[in-house]
């Protein structure tokens, strides 16, 4: 089993646990149909096949911002680094960075009229880097750095 991170176009995030067999069931019951890859230095992004084409959905303004592509529709993100740091091909969890960085700017982003409006448009600008925007102090909390 993948526990991966279901980042919903309204700015709702969720842990998603993907099995073994027949994870693809869930990939398509999470971005509503077939699925397309965006791959990341770190992670995996299942985006529904058409929300990489079409805007007939609603736009991912926070899958937009770390995939630095325009995103339509609900996605999940995998991690797809093994435990020594090479990607093989295979959905590993999902990093807590992205966890944590996904929780705290999700209703934030999509309910920013501008960034929404710039996806809709096709001009997302590359933006900061989502994970490296963040640190863990010494107390383990995750704070902007």
């Known amino acids: 089993m993948t526990t991966a991170l279901q980042i ?8 998603v646990t993907i099995p073994k067999e027949n994870g693809h069931e869930v990939i398509q019951r999470v971005v509503n149909g077939w699925f397309d890859v965006v791959r990341g230095d770190e992670v995996v992004v299942y985006v529904n ?10 736009p991912n303004v926070l899958a937009s911002w770390m995939t630095e592509r325009v995103i339509f529709g609900n996605v999940l993100v995998v991690g797809c680094l093994n435990e020594k740091g090479v990607y093989d091909g295979d959905d590993h969890d999902v990093p807590q960075a992205y966890v944590t960085v996904a929780q705290m700017r ?15 448009d ?24």
Do not use: C, F, K
Not at 8 to 15: I, R, V, Y
Not at 122 to 145: C, F, H, K, L, S
């Open 8 to 15: 919903n176009t309204n700015g709702t995030t969720d842990l």
């Open 122 to 145: 096709g001009r997302n600008e590359i933006m900061e880097d989502p994970v490296q925007i963040y640190t863990q102090n010494e107390d383990g909390e995750w704070v902007r750095a």
């Open 49 to 58: 096949d058409e929300g990489l084409l079409i805007d007939g959905m609603e």
């Open 106 to 120: 999700a209703w934030e982003m999509n309910n920013n009229e501008d960034l929404r409006q710039r996806v809709i």
